[in-house]
């Protein structure tokens, strides 16, 4: 051993530092050396000076113990690997600052798992060092308002915060959080990750979205941010059970149904988002927006993850084994089946429910359950509360009256009643009420003139009628049913594109026309059932009065028996004979309100002799 001690004299590249003697030659050798005489200790803690006194730049945890504890305390953090870290912190020090109430209840609790003089140890020593933030958490909590650079603090990855999806409170989870400093003049910002739950139409899963904080000065209350926790609300535990019960009610309605909805709609696609008033039937099917749009459906993050699958496959494992024996002599209706469906099986069962038979005297209206030939396979496994709790609360369903794919609300849906408003409505919604399916009714101004877009919106209806067994009315459908003829080729094209799309048609179809006398004589032999609408009968045209007097109001009204029969002689149908009690009611609200016989016989007979001049010409 050498009996001399050599030091060395460092020197300041750039003279901004006094003069210094050391052990070692380079200032490498020296950090070196300090880190392998440090691989003892349970913590290295490292200081830098600045402004005027020592502060901690960072601080590194070796102690297995510790290193124990830690694992669990930031289990599932965001974006945090501690060996990639190499189990080093640096200020704010936000995963710890976010779990310090677990730490607390570890050093609280009796845990063999841990080393509890290890964890008081780690407690001791954080504590000093995290104390100004966790106290800033504790004052943002108790006033209600916050600091631009604390907004970290108060959205933890996990926390359930709420924010709003088109104008509508929901409940999401954060994922993440991310400081954007931004050059100046623009100003920094904070992005808050989130994920809720929606539906693609074949499972539940996570989708993502995010919300931007811009920087503001001062402090900024809490509930006024664009998201903020929960626990912030006056009533977290109302809202959290207001919440859950829509969730439920969004639970209910995967898959496919038929329902009256009363509220507003967003129209799809996003390019032409909209709010819109609905008021109406719809159904609410997720899988035929994807399907009939030509749309991938979202990959939504499944709802366990990797490990709580690989637990759950290794359980059912068990349980198919030690039943395997005892369910030998059983038929293949006894075998046990897992409930839950996996998330890559592309097989053809499916769990969607068959609806129930309707009740008789029940004014409820049950649907036939859709066809599943289009590959639909649904997994409608339960859902906990804490999935409930941050559902979206828009759902996808077609407008049945517009024809828009559209957003609505789960709770403005009611089960389906009869919304007759005028005849052909009740004799639409009977029929469809009768035969237990959806009606689609369309028109030619829904299709269009173009070949091209005719092409694609029947293509689409036929799809959707299709999926869901429902009927198709193309009401109005002179122009596609006429006789094609030499001199226009453009509706001769209309007639050929409808002809071919209907021809392979495996559904029910209702065509109505005016001009049946010239209908194309290729639907002539291809229509199953013509339905002729003859004239209403003595009889029958003396029950339409009555009925329509009678909801005018019998008290109003003054027709004597043998008025009535005149009346019913003249040649009107059902609509023309509800415009003429109208136009009686108008005229006798000047008169006290009383529909007299004489102005009653004097509008009909205008309208008969009206109409005999038209035919005539």
């Known amino acids: 051993m050498s009996p001399d001690t050599k030091l060395y004299k460092h020197r300041c590249a750039y003279a901004s530092c006094p003069e210094r003697w050391s052990k070692f030659p380079t200032n490498e050798e020296e950090h070196d050396h300090i880190e392998q005489n440090a691989l003892e200790d349970p913590i290295v803690h490292r200081h830098i000076f600045d402004d005027h006194k020592w502060q901690t730049e960072s601080f ?18 965001q974006d945090l690997d501690l060996d990639v870290e190499k189990w080093t912190f640096r200020p704010p020090f936000m995963p710890l600052v976010h779990r310090w109430d677990r730490l607390l209840s570890m050093c609280e609790a009796t845990d063999e798992e841990h080393e509890p003089e290890a964890v008081a140890q780690l407690l001791d020593f ?18 209600g308002n916050v600091m631009f650079d604390d907004l970290w603090q108060i959205f933890p990855p996990h926390e359930f915060v709420i924010t709003k999806f088109y104008g509508v409170e929901a409940v999401c989870r954060v994922t993440k959080y991310k400081l954007v400093k931004e050059p100046p003049p623009m100003p920094s910002y904070w992005e808050i990750h989130m994920e809720y739950l929606d539906w693609n139409g074949n499972r539940c899963g996570y989708a993502n979205t995010m919300i931007i904080i811009l920087e503001f000065t001062a402090y900024r209350r809490v509930t006024s941010l664009p998201a903020y926790p929960l626990s912030f609300h006056n009533s977290p535990s109302k809202i959290r059970e207001q ?13 496919y149904h038929f329902q009256t909805c009363s509220g507003s709609k967003i129209l799809l696609p996003p390019g032409k988002s909209e709010e819109r008033p609905v008021s109406g039937r719809v159904i609410v099917d997720a899988h035929a927006y994807y399907m009939t749009n030509d749309i991938v459906k979202p990959d939504l993050a499944p709802l366990v993850d990797e490990d709580q699958v690989g637990q759950k496959k290794k359980s059912d494992e068990a349980k198919k084994s030690s039943k395997k024996e005892s369910k030998a002599h ?21 769990d969607t429910p068959q609806e129930d038979t309707p009740v008789e005297g029940n004014a409820e209206m049950t649907v036939k359950a859709p066809n599943d030939a289009s590959g639909r396979s649904e997994n409608l496994e339960p859902l906990t509360d804490d999935m409930c709790l941050v559902a979206t609360p828009w759902l996808k369903g077609l407008d049945l009256k517009t024809k828009d794919w559209e957003k609505q609300l789960a709770w403005e849906f009611v089960e389906n009643k009869t919304l007759a408003n005028s005849f052909d409505d009740f004799i639409q919604d009977k029929v469809a009420e009768k035969a237990r399916v959806p009606l689609y009714s369309m ?37 596609f049913l006429g006789a094609r003829t030499d001199s226009d080729l453009a509706r001769n094209e209309l007639v050929a594109v409808f002809l071919t799309k209907l021809e392979y048609y495996t559904g029910v179809c209702f065509l109505t026309t005016n001009r049946t006398a010239s209908i194309d004589t290729a639907f002539q032999s291809r229509v199953d059932l013509f339905l002729p609408y003859k004239d209403l009968t003595f009889e029958a045209r003396k029950k339409v009065w009555q009925n329509f007097i009678n909801r005018a109001g019998g008290t109003q009204v003054e027709i004597p028996d043998e008025e009535m029969n005149k009346l019913a002689e003249m040649k009107l149908n059902g ?43």
């Open 60 to 77: 590194t945890i070796q102690s297995s113990a510790m290193r124990a504890a830690i694992s669990t305390v930031l289990d599932k953090y």
């Open 126 to 143: 954080l504590t000093p060092i995290l104390a100004p933030k966790v106290d800033a958490l504790v004052k943002t909590r108790k006033s």
């Open 243 to 255: 919440m859950i019960q829509r969730g439920r009610k969004f639970e209910a309605l995967r898959g």
């Open 330 to 350: 059983e038929c293949d209706w006894g075998c046990d089946i897992d409930p839950h469906v996996c998330e890559d099986d592309d097989s053809d069962d499916s």
């Open 443 to 479: 028109s030619a101004g829904d299709l269009g003139t173009v070949p091209k877009e005719v092409e694609l919106a029947l293509e689409r209806a036929l799809t959707l009628c299709g999926l869901w067994n429902a009927m198709l009315l193309l009401d109005e459908a002179d122009v």
């Open 575 to 617: 609509r023309e004979i509800k415009n003429l009690i109208k136009s009686a009611h108008l005229l006798g609200l000047k008169s006290g309100g009383v529909i007299q016989a004489d102005r009653l016989m004097m509008l009909a007979q205008n309208r008969v002799a009206a109409l005999g001049e038209l035919k005539n010409n």
